[in-house]
Protein backbone atom coordinates (compact mmCIF):
# COMPACT_ATOMS: atom_id res chain seq x y z
CA UNK A 1 0.00 0.00 0.00
CA UNK A 2 1.28 3.13 -0.70
CA UNK A 3 1.92 6.08 1.76
CA UNK A 4 1.79 9.87 1.32
CA UNK A 5 5.12 11.18 1.66
CA UNK A 6 7.14 14.67 0.90
CA UNK A 7 9.97 14.54 -1.47
CA UNK A 8 13.09 15.20 0.75
CA UNK A 9 14.62 16.53 -2.01
CA UNK A 10 12.28 18.82 -3.95
CA UNK A 11 8.93 19.32 -0.99
CA UNK A 12 6.29 17.55 -3.64
CA UNK A 13 4.24 14.70 -2.22
CA UNK A 14 5.07 11.26 -3.81
CA UNK A 15 3.39 7.98 -3.33
CA UNK A 16 6.26 5.88 -1.31
CA UNK A 17 6.23 2.18 -1.93
CA UNK A 18 9.03 1.55 -0.41
CA UNK A 19 11.14 1.27 -3.55
CA UNK A 20 12.23 4.58 -4.12
CA UNK A 21 12.67 7.76 -1.50
CA UNK A 22 12.15 10.63 -3.93
CA UNK A 23 9.73 11.59 -6.17
CA UNK A 24 9.43 10.25 -9.87
CA UNK A 25 11.14 13.40 -11.10
CA UNK A 26 13.93 13.78 -8.95
CA UNK A 27 14.69 9.96 -8.97
CA UNK A 28 14.91 10.96 -12.86
CA UNK A 29 17.23 13.41 -12.15
CA UNK A 30 19.52 11.60 -9.58
CA UNK A 31 19.50 8.75 -12.28
CA UNK A 32 20.64 11.18 -14.55
CA UNK A 33 23.54 12.25 -12.12
CA UNK A 34 24.21 8.53 -11.08
CA UNK A 35 25.02 8.04 -15.00
CA UNK A 36 26.82 11.13 -15.42
CA UNK A 37 29.01 9.61 -12.43
CA UNK A 38 29.37 6.53 -13.34
CA UNK A 39 30.92 8.02 -17.15
CA UNK A 40 33.29 9.98 -15.21
CA UNK A 41 34.44 6.79 -12.94
CA UNK A 42 34.44 4.48 -15.90
CA UNK A 43 37.37 6.54 -17.22
CA UNK A 44 40.94 4.45 -16.09
CA UNK A 45 42.44 7.91 -14.98
CA UNK A 46 39.41 8.44 -12.79
CA UNK A 47 38.93 5.16 -10.97
CA UNK A 48 40.80 6.43 -8.07
CA UNK A 49 39.41 9.76 -7.75
CA UNK A 50 37.97 10.59 -3.99
CA UNK A 51 34.87 11.57 -3.04
CA UNK A 52 35.94 15.10 -3.27
CA UNK A 53 37.30 15.02 -6.80
CA UNK A 54 34.24 13.43 -8.38
CA UNK A 55 32.14 16.22 -6.30
CA UNK A 56 34.22 18.70 -8.30
CA UNK A 57 33.94 17.14 -11.52
CA UNK A 58 30.55 16.26 -11.98
CA UNK A 59 28.66 18.74 -9.57
CA UNK A 60 26.79 15.67 -7.76
CA UNK A 61 26.69 16.19 -3.81
CA UNK A 62 28.82 13.78 -1.57
CA UNK A 63 25.29 12.90 0.21
CA UNK A 64 24.01 11.28 -3.06
CA UNK A 65 27.34 9.43 -4.06
CA UNK A 66 27.13 8.15 -0.30
CA UNK A 67 23.69 6.83 -0.74
CA UNK A 68 24.61 5.26 -4.09
CA UNK A 69 27.60 3.43 -2.21
CA UNK A 70 25.78 2.51 0.55
CA UNK A 71 23.02 0.94 -1.98
CA UNK A 72 25.54 -1.31 -3.47
CA UNK A 73 25.00 0.87 -7.02
CA UNK A 74 28.59 2.27 -7.17
CA UNK A 75 31.46 -0.44 -5.71
CA UNK A 76 34.04 0.15 -3.55
CA UNK A 77 35.70 -3.13 -5.00
CA UNK A 78 35.96 -1.16 -8.55
CA UNK A 79 36.72 2.41 -7.37
CA UNK A 80 38.35 2.10 -4.16
CA UNK A 81 38.47 5.71 -2.39
CA UNK A 82 34.50 5.56 -2.45
CA UNK A 83 32.46 5.00 1.17
CA UNK A 84 30.26 6.56 3.11
CA UNK A 85 30.64 7.71 6.93
CA UNK A 86 30.28 5.02 10.11
CA UNK A 87 27.29 6.29 11.95
CA UNK A 88 29.30 6.29 15.07
CA UNK A 89 32.64 8.14 14.20
CA UNK A 90 31.46 9.27 10.99
CA UNK A 91 35.08 8.08 9.58
CA UNK A 92 34.23 6.41 5.67
CA UNK A 93 33.40 2.63 5.57
CA UNK A 94 32.67 0.55 2.65
CA UNK A 95 30.36 -1.98 4.28
CA UNK A 96 27.98 -2.28 7.14
CA UNK A 97 26.60 1.05 9.28
CA UNK A 98 30.18 0.78 11.53
CA UNK A 99 34.07 1.34 10.22
CA UNK A 100 36.15 -1.43 11.09
CA UNK A 101 37.46 0.48 14.46
CA UNK A 102 34.03 1.75 15.82
CA UNK A 103 33.63 -2.70 15.15
CA UNK A 104 36.35 -3.79 17.14
CA UNK A 105 35.16 -1.43 19.85
CA UNK A 106 31.76 -2.29 20.57
CA UNK A 107 32.95 -5.79 19.99
CA UNK A 108 35.46 -5.24 23.02
CA UNK A 109 33.30 -3.62 24.77
CA UNK A 110 30.55 -6.35 24.49
CA UNK A 111 32.80 -8.77 25.97
CA UNK A 112 33.75 -6.81 29.07
CA UNK A 113 30.17 -6.80 29.45
CA UNK A 114 29.33 -10.28 29.24
CA UNK A 115 32.50 -10.98 31.21
CA UNK A 116 31.35 -8.55 33.89
CA UNK A 117 27.74 -10.25 33.54
CA UNK A 118 29.21 -14.07 34.39
CA UNK A 119 31.19 -12.31 37.18
CA UNK A 120 28.37 -11.15 38.78
CA UNK A 121 26.16 -14.15 38.01
CA UNK A 122 29.01 -16.28 39.19
CA UNK A 123 29.52 -13.89 42.58
CA UNK A 124 25.23 -14.62 43.19
CA UNK A 125 25.81 -18.38 42.55
CA UNK A 126 28.28 -18.61 45.10
CA UNK A 127 26.28 -16.40 47.71
CA UNK A 128 22.99 -18.61 47.15
CA UNK A 129 25.10 -21.76 47.38
CA UNK A 130 26.26 -20.28 51.05
CA UNK A 131 22.93 -19.05 51.96
CA UNK A 132 21.43 -23.39 51.48
CA UNK A 133 24.74 -24.59 52.93
CA UNK A 134 23.99 -22.66 55.92
CA UNK A 135 20.24 -23.01 56.31
CA UNK A 136 21.31 -27.02 56.71
CA UNK A 137 23.24 -26.63 58.79
CA UNK A 138 20.45 -25.27 61.13
CA UNK A 139 18.37 -27.67 60.42
Same mark, same amino acid.
Given at each position: ?57 ? %? ?6 ? @???? /? $?? *? ?6 ? &? %? ?6 ? @???? /? $?? *? ?6 ? &? ?33
Amino acid at each position: MAELRNCPTCGEFFNYTGIRDVCAKCARDEEKMYEEVYRFLRRRENRAATIERIVEAT %GVTEELLH @KWVR /K $GR *LQPALFPN &L %GYPCDNCG @KLTQ /K $GK *LCDSCTED &LKKDLRTFEAAQEFREAVVESDRGTYLAEQRKNR
